[in-house]
């Protein structure tokens, strides 16, 4: 008997996968994109998970609008944590072909 891995499990390993490859972190529209065509809610709640699990962390950056000095941008700046790059490692052994 195999046990299928569900949309929203491939979404979290993809997630953890893509923040792996980008040490400063990932806004959360951009790890959005780059996990491909994901709903912005989805991945923000699989992000609220893989928090609470401290696979991964959050923090509110600010920046200053080039353009328009009085518009700051407001983000989250998301960010794997050690024990998320080791659940890559062991999913990087396990062969899993279905993850970006």
Request: charged share 30%; hydrophobic share 40%; with cysteine.
């Amino acid at each position: 008997m195999t046990m299928d891995i569900l949309e929203s499990d491939k979404l979290k390993f993809a997630i953890l996968k893509v923040l792996a490859k980008n040490l400063d972190g990932l806004s959360l529209n951009l790890l959005r994109k780059k996990c491909g065509a994901y709903n912005y809610r989805s991945v923000q709640r699989n992000c609220d998970f893989l928090i609470v699990t401290k696979l991964i962390t959050a923090e509110n950056v600010m920046s200053v609008n080039r353009k328009d000095k009085s518009a700051n941008l407001n983000y989250r700046l998301i960010k794997i944590t050690s024990e998320g790059r080791k659940v890559v490692e062991r999913l990087d052994n396990k062969h899993f072909d279905f993850i970006v």
